[in-house]
T-cell receptor, first 117, second 115 residues
Framework: AQKVTQAQTEISVVEKEDVTLDCVYE???????LFWYKQPPSGELVFLIR??????QNEISGRYSWNFQKSTSSFNFTITASQVVDSAVYFC??????????????FGTGTRLQVTL | GAVVSQHPSRVICKSGTSVKIECRSL??????MFWYRQFPKQSLMLMAT?????????EQGVEKDKFLINHASLTLSTLTVTSAHPEDSSFYIC???????????FGPGTRLTVT
């Protein structure tokens, strides 16, 4: 069975601070996908990143960066110089790596990030 | 990019009535759609996987007779909450998967309140 753990329920930071959101996963599959989504107060899920299991290169996109460590089954997300608009719930998710067929997403419990002035 | 819509965005209904929620892929054909439920301050829980032209596959613990799913076309799936009760009040989110691509595109969600 697949499982995603986001141990941090809520994080509060002051604007311009860096913040890292942790994600640890469990799966028996040798290949899989990992995702991060942002859910602002409006409720709509915003896709941030998808990473397949055989690509362990870290990725940076603007103020966002992701650290994938297969050895520790972690896929952590760092926001640099946080802004108030980053306030949201962030979900880490895992899916099987299946081509041509649907694969289910298993979500973590989410981390609520509050960025204050 | 791929856009998924849901209608209605909010609905309030009385206990015992049925409510239908629509999920549409606007600019692509979705062979598979997923329905999730999210209670306040909780994660998204997959309810069912819906494939066009076939019966939905429900997750363990989800009553298929209560949550009717119809995926009649490649762009539309509907979720009907039958005989709704206050405990069914939740945020329902659908997603659609583009054929051959392992990525889900999420709708904006429907907030259901049963009084």
């Amino acid at each position: 069975a697949q499982k995603v753990t986001q141990a941090q329920t809520e994080i509060s930071v002051v604007e311009k601070e860096d913040v890292t959101l942790d994600c640890v996963y469990e799966t028996r599959d040798t290949t899989y996908y990992l995702f991060w989504y942002k859910q602002p107060p409006s409720g709509e899920l915003v896709f941030l990143i998808r990473r397949n299991s055989f690509d362990e290169q870290n990725e940076i996109s603007g103020r966002y960066s992701w650290n994938f460590q297969k050895s520790t089954s972690s896929f952590n997300f760092t926001i640099t110089a946080s802004q108030v608009v980053d306030s949201a719930v962030y979900f880490c998710a895992l899916s099987e790596f299946l081509t041509g067929t649907a694969s289910k997403l298993t979500f973590g419990t989410g981390t609520r990030l509050q960025v204050t002035l | 990019g791929a856009v998924v819509s849901q209608h209605p965005s909010r609905v309030i209904c009385k206990s015992g009535t049925s409510v239908k929620i629509e999920c549409r892929s606007l600019d692509f054909q979705a062979t598979t759609m997923f329905w999730y439920r999210q209670f306040p301050k909780q994660s998204l829980m997959l309810m069912a996987t819906s494939n066009e032209g076939s019966k939905a596959t429900y997750e363990q613990g989800v009553e298929k007779d209560k949550f009717l799913i119809n995926h009649a076309s490649l762009t539309l799936s509907t979720l009907t909450v039958t005989s709704a009760h206050p405990e069914d009040s939740s945020f329902y989110i659908c997603s659609a998967r583009l054929a051959g691509v392992n990525e889900q595109y999420f709708g904006p969600g429907t907030r259901l309140t049963v009084t």
